[in-house]
């Protein structure tokens, strides 16, 4: 078993930035690679970002490519999205999953899921 704890979301002006966590439990939790996606009012669940076990290797979705940043701490049995240069079609609910494969972009490859936080960018 995971579980998974997101937080850092808040609201900011287009053009800050935001870094949110997630705080991971679970004896094998390690062994997990990790994505990020996000959900806006009346859209579809979307890939964001994914991190191997390691943190050696990530992936991203076109929308987000060269403004976040995803990373892990597995000492800290944490895992951050970084967002920079944030844009108002960024705002929604993001939340953090557990998986066994990767790189994975479909939610439905992720067995373990937070309760997500909210992002919200002003123009």
């Known amino acids: 078993q995971v579980q998974l704890v997101e937080s850092g979301g808040g609201l900011v002006q287009a053009g800050g930035s935001l870094r949110l966590s997630c705080a991971a439990s679970?004896?094998?939790?390690?062994?997990?690679?990790m994505g990020w996606f996000r959900q806006a009012p009346g859209k579809e669940r979307e890939f964001v970002a994914t991190?191997?076990?390691?943190?050696?290797?990530?992936y991203y979705s076109n929308s987000v490519k060269g403004r976040f940043t995803i990373s892990r701490d597995n000492a800290k049995n944490t895992v951050y999205l970084q967002m920079n240069s944030l844009k108002p079609e960024d705002t929604a609910v993001y939340s953090c999953a557990a998986s066994t494969e990767y790189p994975a972009s479909r939610s439905s490859r992720y067995g373990y899921w937070g309760q997500g936080t909210q992002v919200t960018v002003s123009s």
């Open positions: 991190i191997d076990w390691s943190g050696g290797s990530s």
């Open positions: 679970g004896r094998t939790w390690n062994n997990y690679a």
